[in-house]
Each structure stands twice: as structure tokens, then as C-alpha cells.
């Protein structure tokens, strides 16, 4: 992929979405995409804050000079022509980096790259509101993963060791303003089969501070948040686990849409996403949560609800 135009220097103002930038220039190799709607939300943002004074207005010019020439590099992708794939990825990349920053902390394996998962985790929620409104569940996880990258972070900072897990949110901490959290390159490796891969099963039930860890077809394959090899993790050769799977609704079998069920454009994507996320969880051969989403798909596309 070709190289952007370099930014002038970000005014000022916009001090809020630099860290939303320095994502997606992290992104322009590992994934477009991202970058793309990384640029995008930092666009919209800078929009809304200040689109008048000379230095704001030329350093937005500049900015959408750089997403005309990607989108026109990914002209191809749906993910840019389609919104609710472009949100879906985005979704996915995020919670896939969210369970990597959650199971290092879990483990106790406290480190930079950790720190940054979380609070590149929270940026990219950020991200997702270029599509519309977040839901409830990801304004709980952006509020955890950016409070945690920041306890962890002056934890580390003042020598003091963090405590593991999900521990109780005291204040709505804000890490916007510290450079130290989001400065960390993000790790560059593959990821390793380990035992601080996502499972299901290894996670409590009870809810903590309000938030609750989705399953693993929240995060695809195809967007790896990589684990570092400076985290001494070893591989280990996975093995199949038996599953359980859930009850088939006997009526799915036998239903046929009615011709007096009316489908409005919000059921079809409703039932696409629903698809997709059945699609990510046999990715990880959750077959669980993968029938779960096509029962959901297939209900709502015959009876017209979920």
C-alpha cells in the first residue's frame, strides 16, 4: 500500500484525537481498515471541535487528503463500502485486544504491551461511534480497558504491584492526557498458541464493576492483537476440547416466513451481523456461540423478532 501524505503539525486543539492518529499510522500495514476508520473518527472529531482557525482547517484538509487516497486503495473491501462489516471488524478487532490485555492481566503478566492492548482497546470503541451510537456493552468495556491501562501503568510507573484481575473502578479515570499509556508500540509478532489464549471457560461468571467479557467469536482470527515474545509465554500444542452444545429450538426446523412478516432494513442487518458473528465464533471452533447467533439470525428472519 502506497504511502500517505505526512500531517502538518496537530494543532492545539485537537489534542484529544492524537492518540487516535498515532493508531492508525500503527495500523496502515497491519490493518487498513482500521487505520481508515481510525482517521476517519479523528476527522469527524476534529470537525466538531474546530473547523474554522487556519491551522485546523489545513490540518483537516490534509487529513482528508490521506482518506480519499485510502479509501480509494480499499475501494475494493467491504469493509469500507459497508458499514455494518466495516462495524463488525472494528468490533471484533477491539474485543480480540481487549481479551488479550484481559487475560495478561488475569495471568499477572504485567508489561507494556498489555497496558497498550487495553488502551488501544478503548480507542477503537472511540472508533466504533463513527457508525452510531455505542452499545451498553462497549461503553462498559472502553471504561474498564481505559481505567485498567491507566491503574496498571501507575502501578508499574511508582513501583508498585498491580493487583490482577478485575478489580473495583474507584474513579472514571481519564487517560487522555497521559502520553506515557498510549505511547508503547504495539507488539509486532504473531500470536503463539499459549496459555493465556482466550477460553470461556476459564472466566468467572459473576459480573465485575458492570462489565461481562464476551465470548471468543467477538474476536476473528483475521484482527490478532499478537502476543510479544517478551512476555516468556511458551507455545503449546492446543488440543480439542469437548463442548457442550446448546438446545436447538425444535420450532426453527419447521419454520417458514410467513408472508405477512415485514422486514425492515434494520432486521436484514440485524440477522447479517448475527451471521458474522456465528462466522468469527467457528474461527475458534466455538460452536456454542456460533449456533446461538444462527438461531438468533434464523428467528428473527422468520418471525420477523429476537
Known amino acids: 500500500m502506497a504511502a500517505l501524505a505526512p500531517l502538518p503539525p496537530l494543532p492545539p486543539q ?20 482500521v487505520a481508515y476508520y481510525c482517521r476517519l473518527y479523528a476527522m469527524q472529531t476534529g470537525m466538531k471541535i474546530d473547523s474554522k482557525t487556519p491551522e485546523c482547517r489545513k490540518f483537516l484538509s490534509k487529513l482528508m487528503d490521506q482518506l480519499e487516497t485510502l479509501k480509494k486503495q480499499l475501494g475494493d ?36 504491551n498489555m497496558i497498550k492492548s487495553f488502551y488501544t482497546a478503548s480507542l477503537l470503541i472511540d472508533v466504533i461511534t463513527v457508525f452510531g451510537e455505542l452499545t451498553d456493552e462497549n461503553v462498559r468495556h472502553r471504561k474498564y480497558a481505559r481505567w485498567k491501562a491507566t491503574y496498571i501503568h501507575n502501578c508499574l510507573k511508582n513501583g508498585e504491584t498491580p493487583q490482577a484481575g478485575p ?20 507488539p509486532t509478532q504473531p500470536p503463539q498458541p499459549s496459555s493465556s489464549t482466550y477460553d470461556p471457560s476459564n472466566m468467572p461468571s459473576s459480573n465485575y464493576t ?3 467479557i464476551p465470548p471468543g467469536a467477538h474476536a476473528p482470527a483475521n484482527t490478532p492483537a499478537e502476543v510479544p515474545h517478551s512476555t516468556g509465554v511458551t507455545s503449546n500444542t492446543i488440543q480439542p476440547t469437548p463442548q457442550t452444545i446448546p438446545a436447538i429450538d425444535p420450532a426453527l426446523f419447521n419454520t417458514v416466513s410467513q ?24 474461527q475458534y471452533e466455538d460452536v456454542s456461540t456460533a449456533v446461538q447467533n444462527l438461531q438468533k439470525a434464523l428467528k428473527l428472519l422468520t418471525t420477523g423478532r429476537e
Open 167 to 186: 478489580v473495583g473502578m474507584d474513579d472514571d479515570n481519564d487517560v487522555e492526557e497521559n502520553e506515557d499509556v498510549g505511547a508503547t508500540s504495539l
Open 210 to 212: 458492570g462489565i461481562q
Open 77 to 112: 473491501n467491504e469493509a469500507v463500502t459497508q458499514e455494518i462489516v466495516g462495524c463488525a471488524h472494528l468490533e471484533n478487532y477491539a474485543l480480540k485486544m481487549f481479551l488479550y490485555a484481559d487475560n495478561e492481566d488475569r495471568a499477572a503478566r504485567f508489561h507494556k
Open 259 to 282: 408472508g405477512d412478516i415485514c422486514l425492515t432494513p434494520e432486521d436484514f442487518a440485524r440477522a447479517q451481523k448475527y451471521c458474522k458473528y456465528a462466522g468469527s465464533a467457528l
Open 14 to 33: 485537537f489534542k484529544s484525537i492524537q492518540h487516535h492518529l498515532r493508531t492508525a499510522q500503527e495500523h496502515d500495514k497491519r490493518d487498513p481498515v
